[in-house]
């Protein structure tokens, strides 16, 4: 079935496997042996919604003791260049999963042989109970009986591997006599590739394990090998038997099938029946993907915050398909009906119309027409409504001290501006009025077909333009606003990004999202990504302009998926209250986060390396004891002379031992916690806090994702008091910083000591929550803290830095950490780190290097992990090459901390997307794996298996900065970038204010000193910039070209021991500091003078204050 432009595919369905000759199997497939096997070359991701890398192959024959399976799995392993010349691949931990199912087995239980890339192999019958599918339980009931009857051989070449095993009938209960069921899973570790080719639900990609074979393709033996594909969602299998099918890949359902899902909806109570099953099914998996492809989350861990039993599609589709395969129609019907009820329970809450995708355009109304415009000294007063009409609509524009225009209804949101400028009238007639303040300027059209249009000062580029078409209202009882839609004009090539942290895509373009605070962890590890622990209203367009709904509701952002030319913006409750800014993203997050709150800026210390790992990292280590473990790891860094500043100590309380070792190394100690209230936690405060005073968020439906727990509701008036209790003894030793967790479930029926409900605070929590942490550290620390949190609210980068949440420790996990870094950044959170390596599994060494390599250009390099992330648990080239990258952050740390104070006082990233640094190059709107750190560096991570990435260079000079080399732009390049190097790029005119060695490398121990220095590259045009030294010091830094050469000022900075020159393509001739000739030396020669060495120019000095140096050729 065609869905628009996209048809719905589907796998393989069932399978007939020809006879081979011999008994004995061989690997090469290109043997006689294999003439009659059955070829399985189409593999499919789990879910549908990743895509599948690298190809596999499986082919299967029979003969008279059993059954042959070769399966062939592409896979070119990297080299390693970390032990000098010798180059050693690296190892990428593979699996292939091969289950059978026979009648003689149980209805429910199947064998399954997993064969890993390096030989070793584990085979056992399993039971599983479909009662408990999908569920915490499931996991831990799975009844597996060890099978030894069988063998499994591995060879390996330079194009990948291969696994052959043999399955004797004996275990399977002998020669099948009918059909049975088979299925071949290959999963890629590092890549996240679970694939099938009959394609499996996204819960597998949680489990990486067959779990229901009813889901396996349908075999039988034959004379002849046959691979039939599926061609419907209920599928009628050779067998006779039918079968609810999920297709390869999530399609957006188009027009007509949205509004075949709200017919549906509306007919719910007329029961699924026999005849009707067949479309029913159809319709319900297309809804299923409407809703995963909207950013819905059918995992339990978010049950907690619906407002009714979750149902899980896949332990849908096994009941469903259960009964039908006993011939049970009935029951089948009774399941699917069980099924949709729940998905229209869903959608009515799910959507601000209550329909699929908000389709019934006929629920909306229109704000009528524009009947009367009232200018004030500081506001329009905007009249809308028909003649006669009792019921009107009012909106308020103004222009905030804080720039852009604001649109308000009558319901306003949380933040207000510290003030109004005054506007003027332009023009002013019965049709037309035309006002201005400052930059920015407001036109009217009146009538039944009005608009209103905004233009910056970028001009017509950054257009913002609302009329009678694109603004409507959804009213309920007494004319009461229930929902706000707004739809907005899309140019061709516009690229809109922001709208928090983002997993799937920096630009949304072609996406639609929902902004709704998630536990992100199933969407980033089996989900496809589009889910979010950071939801912000704020978003950008490189049309000129930016916008922030002041609303914490949920909101719907269709941008260009509908309506290839619309970005259409639905938000439920009454709140209408927009921030727009006509000008750059620098502008519009400028007075953003003048509104909402500057980043609340951490100390220089949060910017060197941490260590650290989750509780379960400590405690399950080799030592066995989570305080010995710490200290040891952080002991064994200091031998190996590898700096971090900071210790993430997760699991660990007032521990004296621990601090003490860490006191004496100069080491932040930093801890871990949640706001839910449990009362085994707080025996020490229960005399002077009666838990009659504990500031419990009140939720009727006491429903939390923890049990018998519940939220500390941080609008009570005792939770301060509450909080300083709880925190005193770990505050008391010292501890420096806390990760801020959790906090994303809060219920809709929850209701807040000021009044406030659920839906209005369930993306609204963090704010009062990261508060109230940064003035308890306040209190005790002063600014001696770091404090960071998972999720966000608008508004609460003014109290805490944020991390990335939990990621896979794989190149995907790596990818949408990466996309997310960058689009957090846009919205005002401009300190943000991920958990290198990943969060949860054990990273392949590729995975690792390149993310440490990436790491050490984020504003926080940081550890933290289910499992050791030191890097000695690979080998000791490993070792160097974490030793060399957080030395080179270390020389990094002032210009680190300069660009942490800019983004601080201005809300601009430290990670500039390149949407933003170079919004005139259209070709790199779109670019969402490079990025610029501070303003100087260019970053392009290897975040893919191979070590080949595409680099788009922006118009300018760019010197490499591990090799010198000097390149134009505006250029496209493929790069081939070896293990253990990060592309990295100068800008022309770059100003870094450095630590190095005495050699002046980079990627040296400072351990024995440190020299202060400048890198710079020689300037293009007149380049000034300011240098932070602390939050309230800066030096101007200026560099000037001149004819023959250029030159640098630097006005009442600090001392400075050398300047080290990328990037200049001639041959200097002299160099004069402050009017005086500098002697031409050697690198061997003590003393001061310049040099040239290798592609880098240097000069050793010794300036104080002010200085001017001009290099002339």
């Known amino acids: ?524 590890f089996a989900g496809i990504r589009n889910q979010s622990y950071k939801n912000i209203p704020f978003f950008h367009s490189s049309n000129g302009y930016s916008l922030f709904w002041n609303s914490s509701y949920r909101l719907r952002a269709d941008v260009g998926k509908a309506e290839t030319e619309k970005l259409r913006l639905t938000i439920h409750g009454p709140v209408l209250d927009l921030y727009v800014w006509p000008d750059s993203p620098q502008k519009a997050l400028e007075g953003y986060t003048h509104l909402t709150g500057k980043p609340l800026l951490p100390p220089k210390w949060a910017f060197e390396p941490w260590a650290g790992g989750g509780g379960s990292r400590w405690k399950e280590g080799p030592l066995k004891n989570l305080t010995k473990e710490m200290i040891g790891v952080m002991d064994r860094f200091e031998r190996e002379d590898i700096p971090h500043s900071a210790l993430y100590a997760e699991g660990a309380g007032p521990d004296e031992m621990l601090f003490a070792e860490m006191n004496k190394k100069k080491i932040k100690v930093l801890t871990w916690d949640f706001s839910v209230i449990i009362p085994s936690m707080l025996e020490a405060i229960a005399e002077s806090f009666p838990e009659a005073d504990w500031p419990l968020l009140d939720n009727p439906e006491s429903k939390t994702f923890f049990s018998n727990v519940n939220y500390t509701d941080f609008t009570h008036p005792r939770a301060m008091e509450f909080y300083r209790l709880r925190w005193k003894p770990r505050l008391d030793i010292g501890f420096a910083g806390t990760m801020i967790d959790f906090g994303d479930v809060v219920a809709d029926s929850a209701i807040f000591h000021d009044g406030r409900r659920g839906q209005e605070m369930h993306n609204f929590y963090y704010y009062d929550y990261t508060k109230a942490y940064q003035r308890m550290f306040e209190e005790r620390r002063g600014d001696d803290f770091v404090l960071f949190q998972r999720g966000a609210a608008a508004g609460s980068q003014a109290h805490a830095g944020c991390f990335a949440g939990d990621h896979p420790s794989n190149f995907p996990g790596m990818t949408a950490a990466l996309r997310g870094g960058l689009t957090i950044a846009t919205c005002g959170f401009p300190f943000w780190g991920s958990d290198i390596g990943g969060y949860d599994g054990h990273p392949c060494e590729e995975v690792y290097v390149r993310w440490v390599e990436w790491g050490t250009f984020t504003p926080f390099m940081r550890f933290h992990g289910t499992s050791p992330r030191e890097p000695w648990i690979y080998n000791e080239a490993t070792v160097q090459l974490y030793k060399k990258y957080a030395w080179i952050r270390e020389n990094l740390l002032d210009y680190s901390y300069s660009a942490a104070v800019h983004a601080h006082h201005t809300g601009e990233p430290m990670m500039v997307p390149m949407a933003m640094a170079f919004p005139n190059y259209p070709e790199i709107l779109s670019c969402d794996d490079q990025y610029l750190y501070g303003s100087d560096l260019m970053i392009a991570p290897v975040h893919e298996e191979g070590g080949c990435r595409r680099l788009q260079l922006p118009p300018g000079k760019w010197t490499h900065l591990w090799s010198g080399k000097t390149t134009c732009g505006p250029e496209d390049i493929q790069l081939e970038v070896p293990l253990g190097e990060i592309p990295v790029y100068l800008r022309s005119g770059a100003t870094l204010p450095v630590r190095l060695s005495e050699s002046l490398q980079l990627g040296e121990s ?96 010794v300036a104080t204050g002010s200085f001017r140096v001009e290099f002339m050729g």
């Open 1 to 524: 079935m065609s869905a628009g432009s996209q048809v719905i595919c589907f796998g393989t369905v069932a399978i007939k496997i020809g006879p081979a000759g011999p008994n004995q199997a061989v690997f090469d497939e290109r043997l006689p042996y294999w003439d009659k096997a059955v070829v399985l070359d189409g593999f499919y991701q789990a879910g549908g919604g990743r895509e599948v890398k690298a190809a596999t192959t499986c082919r299967m024959v029979w003969h008279e003791k059993g059954i042959s399976i070769l399966v062939i799995c592409e896979d070119r392993l990297p080299l390693s260049p970390l032990n000098g010349e010798e180059k050693t691949e690296l190892r990428r931990p593979e699996e292939i999963h091969v289950a059978f199912h026979t009648n003689s087995m149980g209805f429910n239980t199947f064998l399954r042989v997993k064969v890993g890339d390096q030989g070793d192999s584990v085979a056992a019958r399993k039971t599983v109970h479909p009662e408990e599918l999908g569920s915490d339980e499931h996991r831990d009931s799975r009844e597996e009986e060890p099978v030894t009857d069988y063998s499994s051989q591995v060879i390996r070449d330079s194009t990948g591997w291969k696994a052959l095993i043999e399955i004797p009938w004996s275990i399977l209960g002998g020669k099948p006599e009918t059909f049975f069921g088979t299925q071949v899973m290959r999963c890629r570790l590092h890549t996240e590739e679970n694939s099938t080719p009959f394609p499996l639900d996204l819960y597998v990609n949680y489990t990486r394990e067959l779990y229901d074979p009813l889901m396996f393709m349908e075999a039988s033996l034959a004379e002849e090998p046959e691979n039939r594909i599926g061609q419907t969602m209920l599928e009628t299998l050779p067998s006779g038997r039918r079968l609810w099918q999920r297709p390869v890949k999530l399609v957006w359902p188009t027009n007509e099938e949205r509004h075949l899902l709200a017919d549906l909806q509306d007919n719910l109570a007329d029961p699924t029946s026999p005849d009707n099953l067949e479309i029913r099914l159809h319709l319900a998996g297309r809804w299923q993907d409407l809703l995963t492809l909207e950013g819905f989350d059918f995992f339990y861990n978010m049950a907690a915050s619906y407002p009714w039993p979750l149902v899980e599609p896949w332990r849908a589709r096994h009941l469903v398909n259960c009964a039908l395969a006993q011939g049970d129609a009935a029951s089948a019907c009774v399941e699917a009906d069980r099924f949709l009820q729940f998905l229209g329970k869903a959608s009515r809450w799910w959507f601000a119309d209550g329909t699929p995708g908000n389709i019934q355009e006929n629920t909306w109304s229109s704000v009528g027409s524009l009947l009367q415009v009232q200018i004030e000294e500081y506001s329009a007063s905007l009249t809308f409504g028909s003649e006669g009409q009792q019921t009107k609509h009012r909106l308020t524009l103004s222009f905030p001290q804080e720039g852009g225009v604001r649109l308000t209804g009558d319901h306003e949101g949380y933040f207000h501006p510290c003030g109004l400028t005054k506007l003027s009238v332009i023009e002013r007639s019965a049709e037309l009025t035309q006002i201005r303040s400052g930059p920015y300027t407001v036109t009217f059209i009146s009538g039944p077909e009005w608009s209103l249009d905004i233009i910056g000062s970028t001009g017509k580029a950054g257009r913002v333009s609302i009329n009678y078409n694109s603004l409507r209202l959804l009213l309920g009882e007494e004319g009461l606003t229930k929902a706000v839609d707004l739809a907005l004009d899309l140019r061709e090539k516009e690229e809109v990004f922001g709208f928090g942290e983002r997993f799937d895509a920096f630009s949304q373009r072609g996406n639609i999202l929902t902004l709704w605070q998630r536990d992100a962890w199933e969407g980033c």
């Open 1006 to 1101: 400072l351990s024995q000193g440190s020299l202060d220095a400048w890198i710079l590259t020689p300037p293009e045009a007149k380049i000034e910039q300011v240098r932070w030294l602390d939050r309230d010091c800066s030096v101007q830094v200026t560099l000037v070209p001149v004819v023959g050469g250029f030159y640098m000022e630097v006005t009442e900075g600090r001392a400075v021991q050398a300047l080290v020159v990328y990037g200049m393509e001639w041959q200097a001739k002299e160099i004069v500091l402050n009017g005086t000739a500098v002697p031409h030396i050697t690198a061997e020669t003590s003393g001061n003078g310049w040099y040239v060495d290798e592609n880098r120019t240097i000069l050793r000095m």
